[in-house]
């Protein structure tokens, strides 16, 4: 994509996040609002053929891998028009056939799943990687360093991409993580590693870029760290512990703000463009919402459907 169509699928993520959170129906959500850079520059680097996983905070990968934004809408208000017909919600939503494996609600949960995918598709000599987005409460669990282990034993085709929004529920990471950096923690393993500043696009996308050329080489995998921010509380469900004047800090940090100010500086975002902008997107997200009001609730019998 170019950097306009980075922006705006940014700010569709911002927009369909805003619209949702304001429904008296919108459920359990966990939102992405602060990290539209990670999800929209790691998804440019990929190719049709990859696979994303993600954790539960799935809007922004799920729509910056391209999902279609009225399935999204649909499946996170529980109807049948959802990729998986509303019974995976925002924390199992699926749609592998468009390269999206799927989020996962365990913390951690992932790791594993996705070098089993990586694997999977080692051993049918595709091109294709595997990537796995998680955020910085998982890097205590096991079974990262499990997976970095077999990953680089094996030089699986995986990317491991940590958003780290600096915050696990409540928990600052620094409170919970002994390692400066958490790309440090692949340094064992002999994995390639990068930290790099998560509200930056452009900086994600190129840093993925250059990640994944070495994992498609045979090199094994690749470990990316980016330091983002989370604009609301852990979920809809918990209030915001931070204080006021931390949150005018990381609302500072906006990655749609970021780009819109380089490009307006640079002459390639005219005057009145930005307007146009969320205009087209909130007229998006709009449609996105009736396309799933007029989806009907999954009926008593899809209980034991999709059920092995």
Known sequence: ?????????????????????????HGFQLLSSGAEGVAVGLCDALRNEDQLLCSGRSIAPSLARGLDPGAVMAELLGRIAGPNRGKAGRGHMAQPAAGFFGAHAVVGGNLAIAAGVALALQQRRSTAISVCVFGDGACGSGALH????????????????????????????????????????????GIAAVTVDGTDVISVRDSATGLIANI?????????????ERFFSHSTATRETRSAAEMEVVWSRCPILRLTGQLRAEGVLASGAMEELQHDTDRQVLHAIAFAEASPFPNSAEALSHVD
């Open 1 to 25: 994509m170019d950097r306009l169509a980075l922006l705006r699928r940014m700010m569709l993520i911002r927009s369909f996040e805003s619209a949702l959170a304001k429904r008296r129906d």
């Open 146 to 189: 499990e997976t970095l282990n077999i990953a680089a034993l094996w030089k699986l085709p995986l990317l491991l991409v940590c958003d780290n929004n600096q915050i696990a529920i409540a928990t600052p990471r620094e409170q919970a993580l002994a390692a400066a950096r958490l790309s440090d923690l692949a340094a064992p393993f």
């Open 216 to 228: 498609r080489a045979g090199q094994g995998p690749g470990f990316l760290e980016c330091i983002s």
